[in-house]
């Protein structure tokens, strides 16, 4: 029963929170299904979609059986997501010149391509992604967990399918140019939200809107669509700390990467001791930072 629940809980953050930030953080790996003009065969989306099911139904089984011990550390996953934004680019680029030559020979990629491409997308996690994982860990069930991973994967298979379906129509067109710099662009975003959430941007904390007041020991941070707001607090130096994160709207920011490690919101996070200065968060997409000030 439980595992039955948890598919149901993941087809439906698939379907409302997922749709949208897994299309635009994975997206672009379809991209490598039109690369070589593969033509309009409908099987290769099919093919990706069953290669991502699969991926994600094993990683939701192993967080089920062995809990954190599998998860990959915020900077590792920061590595991935610069590494898939480069592939991105590349695919693009490929894309591009193959909508010069729409009269050509179509080339079918490998027929392990597609699967492959697939599968490869639970290594650049959404936000949503990284709250279904811990979902999957807490279960401690490798049925369980399989269940909620691949409940989350249906939810939002609709809305890569009709992604592949685009990408289709228009490979063989003049608009596969235009296609190739939103790609581009694609890539470059992942790029830079893996800098971030890796730490490697050296974005500075914001500067006070006025005279500072007195810092608190418990402060509150609101989780929305837009960011983390107030996208700073202070609190005192050299004293444990408590920052209650409330989550307003669900989306990338329901997950924030905070000293070193994941947590799913709403959460109150308990921070040890820090000496003066900033201590930078970030979502688990890497787009949305905060700051705190140790003061």
């Known amino acids: 029963m439980e595992a039955v629940t948890l598919f149901a809980g993941g087809v439906a953050a698939g379907l409302v929170a997922g749709t949208a930030s897994c299309t635009a953080a994975q997206g672009g790996l379809l991209v490598g299904l039109v690369g070589h003009r593969p033509g309009r065969d409908p099987a290769l989306v099919a093919w990706f979609l069953a290669g991502r099911l699969a991926a994600y139904t094993l990683v939701g089984a192993l967080l089920g059986l062995l809990g954190s011990a599998v998860g990959l550390p915020p900077r590792a996953r920061a590595a991935l997501l610069v590494a898939a934004g480069c592939a991105v680019i590349v695919f693009a680029i490929r894309l591009m010149r193959g909508g010069r030559h729409a009269c050509a020979e179509p080339v079918r990629p490998?027929?392990?391509?597609?699967?492959?491409?697939?599968?490869?997308t639970v290594l650049?996690?959404?936000?949503?992604?990284?709250?279904?994982?811990?979902?999957?860990?807490?279960?401690?069930?490798?049925?369980?967990?399989?269940?909620?991973?691949a409940g989350f994967v249906v939810g939002t298979a609709p809305a890569f399918a009709l992604l592949g379906y685009v990408l289709r129509r228009i490979s063989r067109t003049r608009l596969a140019r235009f296609a190739g710099v939103v790609a581009v662009a694609a890539g470059l975003w992942t790029v830079v939200a893996g800098l971030n959430l890796g730490g490697w941007t050296g974005e500075a904390a914001p500067a006070a809107a006025g005279p500072a007041g007195p810092?608190?020991?418990?402060?509150?941070?609101?989780?929305?669509?837009?960011?983390?707001?107030?996208?700073?607090?202070?609190?005192?130096?050299?004293?444990?700390?408590?920052?209650?994160?409330?989550?307003?709207?669900?989306?990338?920011?329901?997950?924030?990467?905070?000293?070193?490690?994941?947590?799913?919101?709403?959460a109150t996070v308990r921070l040890p001791p820090h000496r003066p200065g900033s201590l930078r968060y970030v979502c688990g997409m890497g787009m949305y930072s905060g700051f705190i000030r140790f003061s």
């Open 110 to 120: 490998s027929g392990y391509q597609a699967p492959l491409l697939g599968a490869a």
């Open 124 to 149: 650049v996690p959404c936000g949503v992604t990284i709250g279904m994982e811990m979902l999957a860990v807490s279960s401690g069930s490798p049925l369980s967990g399989a269940a909620a991973m």
């Open 215 to 266: 810092a608190a020991r418990t402060v509150t941070v609101y989780a929305t669509r837009e960011g983390y707001r107030p996208a700073a607090v202070s609190v005192p130096a050299n004293v444990p700390v408590e920052v209650i994160f409330k989550l307003v709207e669900p989306g990338c920011t329901g997950t924030v990467t905070i000293d070193g490690r994941d947590v799913a919101l709403p």
